[in-house]
């Protein structure tokens, strides 16, 4: 009987935090609402304008015009060989198409207990919500029961080192800060270090969030993963890279800079509920490869939250609609 309770109680925790993610993504599902939502209209033919409306819908959620056309293209095959009967079925494979983009994404990270310190290596320009990730992911992480310790290496921001500082007071988790200007390489070496004495189980490093543009930023980043790597040749073990949802296709290419530069393993994507352009999601899904690590939809340290594929579709393109 207690078990029974305890998976009725985590099976209610679970549509709770589902029916807060559909929530938080009402802007991306209005979007693409518009045009999709005739899809399940009683009478609507299915025909080449009903093909229009949905591709102009999924363009204007920001899923980008690659990936538009790929699930149009498919649409319009199944079409012609005459596999759809109605709207609705359309409108299910269009919801498969979807899903079938973004699972491959859906890798959790994965810390293992014999790697430590685990070295987790964060990126991105500024404005997109880094700084507040590391905060968040290190809040989760020590709730998990690990021990946890932040670097500031975003020395070119007062502002920065101190936020992390802010965090650091309210999750209880070691920040090792220098001076505004201070060489970044050295603030990563020096927490490596104490990371190793304190016997830390991860390690979270910021950085620089200038233009991705910048030859400097880009150059610096090298440089702290070199430091890293001589410190710890399997390090960073993470490189995990914040992109902001809603800059829309404008995340795509900042994610081509910079993973060229530290080879980038990892994206949170931020902000994904003040956007109506959260179909970049499937776009930076379909280009990139790389695994969606989190998702960020809200303030609330809970509101950083683990990509899960099917859920993401399902906020946004129900299912049961």
């Known amino acids: 009987m207690i078990e029974s309770n305890s998976n009725a109680s985590a ?57 538009t056309r790929l ?8 079409l012609k060989r005459k596999e759809l009967n109605d709207a609705s079925a359309a409108y299910r494979v269009l919801r498969q198409g979807l899903l079938g983009i973004v ?20 990126v991105g320009v500024n404005g997109v919500g880094k700084t507040t990730t590391i905060g968040k992911l290190a809040s989760q992480l020590k709730a998990s029961g690990r021990r946890v310790m932040l670097a500031a290496g975003d020395t070119f921001r007062a502002a920065a080192v101190e ?25 990563a070496h020096d927490a490596m270090t104490a990371a190793a004495a304190r016997d830390v189980d991860v390690l979270i490093i ?11 930023l880009m150059d610096e980043l090298k440089k702290i993963r070199r430091v890293i790597a001589k410190v710890d040749g399997a390090a960073p073990h993470e490189v995990l890279m914040v992109l902001d949802a809603g800059t829309g296709q404008n995340a795509l290419s900042q994610l081509e800079h910079f993973r060229a530069a530290v080879d980038v393993t990892g994206i949170a994507l931020t902000k994904l509920d ?27 340290v809970g509101d950083l939250r683990e990509f899960e594929a099917e859920e993401y579709v399902d906020a946004i393109l129900p299912k049961n609609e």
């Open 11 to 67: 099976a209610t925790k679970r549509t709770g935090l589902f029916a807060r993610l559909k929530e938080k993504l009402a802007a991306t599902r209005r979007t693409l609402g518009e045009g999709l939502g005739d899809l399940l209209r009683v009478g609507r033919a299915l025909d080449q304008d009903l093909l229009d409306d949905i591709e102009t819908a999924l363009l204007r959620a920001d899923v980008g015009v690659e990936t």
């Open 206 to 216: 910021d950085t620089a969030g200038r233009q991705h543009t910048h030859s400097g």
């Open 163 to 187: 936020q992390l500082k802010v965090w650091g007071e309210r999750t209880g988790v070691p920040v090792i800060a220098q001076h505004t200007g201070a060489d970044a390489a050295a603030v």
């Open 103 to 122: 699972q491959p994404a859906g890798r959790p990270l994965i810390i293992p207990s014999g790697t430590k310190p685990y070295i987790i290596m964060v």
């Open 71 to 78: 699930l149009i293209d498919d649409l319009t095959a199944r």
């Open 274 to 300: 003040g956007t109506a352009k959260g179909g970049v999601l499937l776009a930076i899904a379909k280009k990139s490869g790389l695994p969606i690590r989190y998702i960020g939809v809200g303030e609330d």
